[in-house]
């Protein structure tokens, strides 16, 4: 009989009361552990010493490049949060991506990749800003650019990459012209025109890069044959006629058309 009342399972009420007080110091032990570790993480032992930068600088020296962003880095090596830290490099000139990770103990490593400029963007507020090889514009120092030959674009909002395609594609059909592009412009109609170097204007009409190479390869192509009568360089062309192109010449103005002079 005692045996068996020794046995017996305890009240509900008093199980509960114990699974709750289990639940409750299991609780309070991680609340602690946790601020344990926060405690830790935040010691000076645990301080960012060190960054190593990675990747090819054109514009930065890698002095230069922490004195700007290390000022903007908060955080010990545990609490530094790796996405503001990837925003404060990538807000510096000429920064177009950067990569950031934590090498035990004290250090980041981060990987840059700086913008290379294929152009310059001719902006609506008269600033020009660049235009990197993947066709996106970017505001830096242009004064910084070795290249002085670059092509200027222009259009609207968010056509750049467009704009450099076309420009991509429109280079090698144009060079027997030995005329550099020297503005290639995108109107909010979608009609290309460009300006060459000697102030010759060619209006190219609507269309992507592939079929704008293609109408000006065929103009390129006849040109000669209208230029050798008159022996006057190019002024004007328009190839936005369907079956031909109108030209026009400094001190001559005349009309190519299939079927014609071949000029078309």
């Known amino acids: 009989m005692a045996r068996s009342a020794a046995l017996s399972p305890l009240p509900v009420d008093v199980r509960l009361t114990l699974a709750g007080a289990n639940a409750l110091i299991t609780v309070v032990s991680l609340a602690l552990l946790v601020g344990a570790m ?11 010493r060190g960054i190593t930068l990675e990747g090819e600088l054109a514009h930065h020296t890698v002095g230069t490049l922490r004195a700007q962003v290390a000022p ?52 609506d507020d008269g600033n020009d800003k660049l235009v990197n090889t993947y066709g996106e514009v970017f505001e830096a120092n242009i004064g910084e650019v070795e290249d002085e030959d670059l092509p200027r674009l222009a259009g609207p909002r968010g056509s ?34 460009v300006v060459l170097a000697d102030g010759a204007v060619i209006e190219l009409g609507r269309g992507e890069p592939a079929e704008l ?29 369907p079956d031909g192109y109108a030209l026009r010449l400094k001190g001559v103005t005349t009309q190519g058309a299939a079927g014609k002079n071949g000029a078309n």
């Open 160 to 193: 750049s990459a467009r704009a450099l395609a076309a420009y991509r594609a429109l280079v090698p059909v144009l060079k027997p012209l030995d005329n550099a592009i020297v503005t290639l412009r995108l109107s909010g109609r979608g009609s290309w025109r």
């Open 72 to 123: 903007r880095l908060s955080g010990s090596f545990f609490t530094l949060d790796l996405e503001r830290a990837r925003a404060s490099f990538e807000a510096v000139p000429w920064v177009r991506r950067a990569v950031v990770r934590r090498i035990w103990p004290d250090h980041l490593a981060v990987r840059l990749e700086e913008h290379k400029t294929a152009a310059l963007w001719a902006s």
């Open 38 to 48: 926060w405690w830790l993480a935040r010691l000076p032992l645990f301080t960012v």
């Open 213 to 241: 190479a293609s109408r000006a390869a065929a103009f390129v192509r006849t040109l000669p044959q209208v230029q050798s009568a008159y022996q006057r360089p190019l002024q004007r062309a328009d190839l936005r006629h």
